[in-house]
């Protein structure tokens, strides 16, 4: 890499200071916001700031919402999310927006300050040992301990974050780097030297997996967020790839929008919260193609009773992905977009003609699962039913035609979100899957809205997550941002109440969400619109209300206390155990002591 | 495929990694967050620059695990190239092992006849000690180790294991 890199220029080389070689190695790798707060470690870097135009700093309230916001705008753009915090407690506060952007795969660099190199190690003030403590929070991180270290660092940073599996990168820098001078080069052109993800597929595999597929009697496609990492193309050729074999697609929750809700050939989600007709579907395939998910445990419920005459192929760029929870037959590794060019090439030309009548069979066999219409729900009288808001809100915003992105927090609501709300397009949908972090939500679509000033951004809330970054709306008054926080009001910690009634026989431990705040109030306080919706007649009003106003806006809806999100596949249960509804909460009686411990 | 079976195996694995700060922690951090096992490891730069480190690691599990590892290995970014030489070919494995004895009379006379039989080298005495220095595979130090226990064995300290694979073929 170092024999490809080349001063910018002599002069330049001997006159920028650390934390201007930092600013300039962010443009050069097309930085144009960056999320930060400040404090004593970073003040090089603010001061660089301050006297330059060409990358604008976006004062969060509380350093892990920096993170969020950085991944709700990586994850709406697919370029890099950018994060700049201050050394000990900006850095610790960063770390489970760390952890989040790597359990999602999220491309991230996060520049971290650092007490001056001297004293590392000397308990300084404000120190942490903030690599040790990110190791396993990040896909890769740096501590800069030489100024001719800084530039290719700042680059390799990017790099790493966005090739392969992308993911969080932290910078971690000395404070004396950042003041003294320190040479610039230009992100390299070269290869790194160990780092270098396979993205083309192997072309007999690929061929083994059409053939496999041309011979698939009940076929199913399963597609992750990896078609979202792999960019809006890998969506389309998904599209195609589907339509081009006529079988049913569906997609995890963090995959959302890589196929077209609306469209016939769409299951929707699966797993633990997924439709009838997509988890029966994964049960009684015979052929899978897991293209860009991880079989996670959400998805896959017990693994010895996972799609058990099924043999799968399982397309990934990271090839510890691949056999890690279940053995796959046709192992693919490479980009996701890739790997679809590579089988619509491959399938037209094999010539194996595809038995369409046993798939006719098959779709026969959905058809008649799908007509279960496992997420129907009956709104009556006044009380809202969660699901009826959202989807409400999801028919309006269609009839408004507006650009849409919806971020949510984690709870029921997140579900009722996933299950209620379509997706025709990628990047629209930000949520936290893996790690499952309440507060992500508002400033996801804090970042979102900055990176789409015009676009409808929301944030599908529950009363109880939004209290974890709400004091982000004090951002969103700043920059005059006009997210609309869309609170799904049932005075629980919904999802902890739902499985201690279904597995702690109905005692409600600390679940309930007392001592609410006055949301509008609470909005109004923070220079934003506050909405309280009580009543079902109202709804329509309120969402309208919500999007037409011009600024931020909190809505809170009061919605049925103890609805329980169905269909559920209770932990350490198999898909074809799936619970539809209350009616059927009986069942869930059964679950073994096994199942649990899970979580 | 890989094997779904749960029969155990050791795998000794070599990994060239890019020596950088924090090398080995990232790879330390691996094993016990995803709670593999690691029975030895041992590291040193084997390149004339000094850039490049080998660390050899000898652990064991499921071959699906034994995959996993391998896999998680080679994803972390200073990692050049990981080889599991238990599954390519024949490999000779070696470990150098200091142990100190403490005895007088009959019992130096045997510990001395041991390490003659194990070809140990004495690399310090006094009148009441010696310390041996021995190379092999574990499983000869193990034994060493046991057979001077009863003589007057003090203190081992050992390497863990280094390995190479055997023929002309070179690991970069
Ligand atoms: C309360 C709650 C309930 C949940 N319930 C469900 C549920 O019912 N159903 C559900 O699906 N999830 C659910 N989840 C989410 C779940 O925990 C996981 O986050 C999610 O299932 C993982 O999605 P994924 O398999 O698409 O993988 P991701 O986490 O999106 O990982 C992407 C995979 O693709 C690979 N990849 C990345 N880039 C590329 C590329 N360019 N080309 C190819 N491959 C690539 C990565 O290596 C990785 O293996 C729930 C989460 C919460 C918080
Ligand atoms: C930071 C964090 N702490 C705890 C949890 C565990 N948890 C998951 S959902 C949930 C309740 C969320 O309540 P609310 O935001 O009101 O959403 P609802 O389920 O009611 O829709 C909790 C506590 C979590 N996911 N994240
Ligand atoms: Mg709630």
């Known amino acids: 890499m170092s024999a490809a890199t080349k001063p910018a220029s002599t002069e330049a080389a001997l006159t920028m200071s650390g934390a201007e070689v930092v600013l300039r190695a962010l443009k050069d790798n097309g930085v144009d916001v960056i999320f930060g707060y400040p404090g004593g470690a970073v003040l090089p870097i603010y001061d660089a700031l301050f006297q330059q135009n060409a990358i604008r700093h976006i004062l969060v309230r509380h350093e892990q919402a920096a993170v969020h916001a950085a991944e709700g705008y990586a994850r709406s753009t697919g370029r890099v999310g950018c994060v700049l915090v201050t050394s000990g407690p900006g850095a610790t506060n960063a770390v489970t927006g760390l952890v989040d952007a790597l359990m999602d795969s999220i491309p991230v660099v996060c520049l971290t300050g650092q007490v001056p190199t001297h004293l590392i190690g000397n308990d300084a003030f404000q120190e942490a040992d903030t690599t040790g403590i990110t190791r396993p929070a990040t896909k890769h991180n740096y501590l800069v301990k030489k100024p001719g270290d800084l530039a290719r660092v700042m680059h390799e940073a990017f790099y790493v974050a966005k090739s392969g599996r992308p993911g969080p990168v932290v910078v971690d820098l000395p404070k004396d780097i950042l003041i003294n001078k320190a040479p610039y080069t230009e992100p390299p052109i070269a290869e790194h030297r160990s780092y270098r993800p396979q993205t083309e597929p192997d072309a007999e595999q690929v061929r083994k997996a059409v053939r496999l597929m041309k011979a698939a009697k009940r076929p199913i496609v399963y597609a992750g967020g990896g078609v979202i990492n792999a960019g809006p193309e890998a969506s389309r050729l998904l599209v195609e790839f589907v339509r081009m074999t006529g079988f049913p697609c569906t997609n995890t929750l963090m995959g959302l929008g890589a196929y077209p809700a609306g469209d016939q050939q769409f299951l929707g989600m699966l797993g633990m919260h997924g439709t009838y007709e997509a988890n029966l579907a994964m049960h009684g395939c015979d052929v899978m193609l897991n293209i860009g998910a991880r079989f996670d445990d959400r998805v896959t419920g017990r693994l010895n009773a996972f799609a058990p005459t099924s043999k799968k192929i399982h397309v990934d760029i990271d090839p510890s992905s691949i056999n890690k929870n279940v053995p796959v037959e046709v192992p693919i590794v490479g980009d996701a977009g890739r790997v679809l060019a590579a089988m619509i090439e491959c399938w037209k030309a094999e010539d194996a003609p595809q038995d369409t009548h046993v798939l006719t069979a098959w779709w026969r066999q959905i058809d008649e699962w799908r007509a279960k219409d496992c997420l129907r729900y009956r709104q009556e009288g006044k009380i809202i039913k969660p699901q009826h808001a959202v989807k409400r809100l999801y028919e309006i915003t269609q009839e408004l035609g507006r650009e849409t992105f919806i971020s949510t927090e984690v709870g029921q609501h997140q579900m009722w979100a996933a299950q209620y709300f379509g997706f025709a397009k990628p990047n629209r949908w930000m949520t936290s899957g893996g790690l499952g972090t309440m507060g992500y939500g508002l400033p996801a679509a804090m970042g979102v809205q900055i990176a789409h000033p015009d676009a409808l951004c929301i944030d599908i809330a529950g009363e109880a997550s939004i209290l974890m970054n709400i004091q982000e709306m004090a951002t969103l008054a700043q920059y005059r941002l006009p997210v609309k926080v869309f609170i799904l009001n049932n005075e629980y910690m919904g999802m902890v109440r739902q499985w201690q009634e279904l597995l702690h026989g109905g005692r409600y431990s600390e679940s309930y969400s007392a001592a609410l705040p006055d949301f509008v109030k609470l909005a109004e306080s923070f220079h934003a619109k506050g909405i309280r919706v009580t009543d079902a007649a109202d709804l329509d009003a309120g969402i309208r209300e919500m999007i037409a106003y011009p600024g931020p806006v909190i809505a809170d809806i009061a919605v049925a206390k103890d609805e329980n999100c169905f269909p559920m596949i209770p932990s350490g249960a198999a898909h074809n155990e799936m619970i539809l509804g209350p009616e059927q909460e009986g069942g869930v009686k059964g679950v073994t002591d096994e199942g649990k411990v899970l979580v | ?172």
């Open chain 2, 1 to 172: 495929m890989s094997e779904t079976g749960n029969a155990q195996r050791a795998a000794t694995i070599a990994v060239l990694v890019e020596n950088e700060a924090g090398v080995l922690a990232r790879v330390i951090g691996l094993f016990s967050g995803r709670g593999y096992n690691i029975d030895s490891l041992t590291v040193a730069p084997v390149d004339d620059t000094g850039r490049i480190s080998r660390i050899t690691v000898v652990t064991s599990g499921t071959e699906m695990v034994i995959d996993q590892i391998k896999a998680q290995l080679d994803r972390l970014v200073p990692v050049h190239k990981v080889s599991d030489l238990t599954m390519e070919g024949p490999h000779l494995t070696r470990e150098l092992a200091l142990i100190k004895v403490v005895g007088k009379g009959e019992h130096r006379m045997e510990a001395l006849r041991l390490a003659d039989a194990f070809r140990a080298r004495v690399v310090d005495a006094t009148t009441e000690s010696f310390v041996f220095e021995m190379t092999g595979n574990a499983d000869k130090i193990d034994a060493f180790c046991a057979l001077m226990r009863p003589v007057g064995l003090v203190e081992v300290s050992r390497t863990g294991a280094v390995a190479i694979a055997r023929g002309p073929r070179g690991l970069n």
